[in-house]
T-cell receptor, first 113, second 114 residues
Framework: DQQVKQNSPSLSVQEGRISILNCDYT??????FLWYKKYPAEGPTFLIS?????DKNEDGRFTVFLNKSAKHLSLHIVPSQPGDSAVYFC????????????FGTGTKLQVIP | DGGITQSPKYLFRKEGQNVTLSCEQN?????MYWYRQDPGQGLRLIYY???????QKGDIAEGYSVSREKKESFPLTVTSAQKNPTAFYLC?????????????FGPGTRLTVL
């Protein structure tokens, strides 16, 4: 049962344009959401997060939007750069104490120069 | 230079052999984690440890064992009971095992069982 879904396995975008990566979740107890970025043969690195009390969080070129009613979040990268080419994992966890992080299957972003 | 190290980067073993993957961190983090990544799948949690001398099973603990004798180290043993051990293994750590605590990942070990 995949509780965090990234339905697009890959995405290609021209350099300078916007990249939009989508993520859907099914568990209404999820309260905290994260995006990780992963280059080949490396471990994921934390990119940006959002709490369920917010609907938007911005960090430089990266913005995460959360729509709780639709159980949907998205990561916007503007402008996209070739160095952004990587696999992006959406992740979610519940609130309070230790709650394991559930990861999506990842979306491979290619930014074309 | 703080971080998480995993060794070796690539590991080959014969079927039926146990193998231990190393994970060391010098971030002074209390919590450590082991994940497995397979093609087309997300990261799946094998084991986690919130503090020294304590660890808990994750979603796919069968066929694996861990120990946490030191804060810095969280080795994972892939036993012969693991039905499909060939995968990319990632170790992570966080300051505490809180739901909002950022996990920092090592570079991973790719295990191939022949």
């Amino acid at each position: 049962d995949q509780q965090v879904k990234q339905n697009s396995p890959s995405l290609s975008v021209q350099e300078g344009r916007i990249s939009i990566l989508n993520c859907d979740y099914t568990n209404s107890m999820f309260d905290y959401f994260l995006w990780y970025k992963k280059y080949p043969a490396e471990g994921p690195t934390f990119l940006i997060s959002i709490s369920s009390i917010k609907d938007k969080n911005e960090d430089g070129r990266f913005t995460v939007f959360l729509n709780k009613s639709a159980k949907h979040l998205s990561l916007h990268i503007v402008p996209s750069q070739p160095g952004d080419s990587a696999v992006y994992f959406c992740a979610a966890s519940g609130a309070g104490g230790y709650q394991k992080v559930t990861f999506g299957t990842g979306t491979k972003l290619q930014v074309i120069p | 230079d703080g971080g998480i190290t995993q060794s070796p980067k690539y590991l080959f073993r014969k079927e039926g052999q146990n193998v231990t993957l190393s994970c060391e961190q010098n971030l002074n983090h209390d919590a450590m984690y082991w994940y497995r990544q397979d093609p087309g799948q997300g990261l799946r949690l094998i084991y986690y440890s919130q503090i020294v001398n304590d660890f808990q099973k994750g979603d796919i603990a069968e066929g694996y064992s861990v120990s946490r004798e030191k804060k810095e180290s969280f080795p994972l043993t892939v036993t012969s009971a693991q039905k499909n051990p060939t995968a990319f293994y990632l170790c992570a750590s966080s300051i505490i095992a809180g739901s909002t605590d950022t996990q920092y990942f090592g570079p991973g070990t790719r295990l191939t069982v022949l």
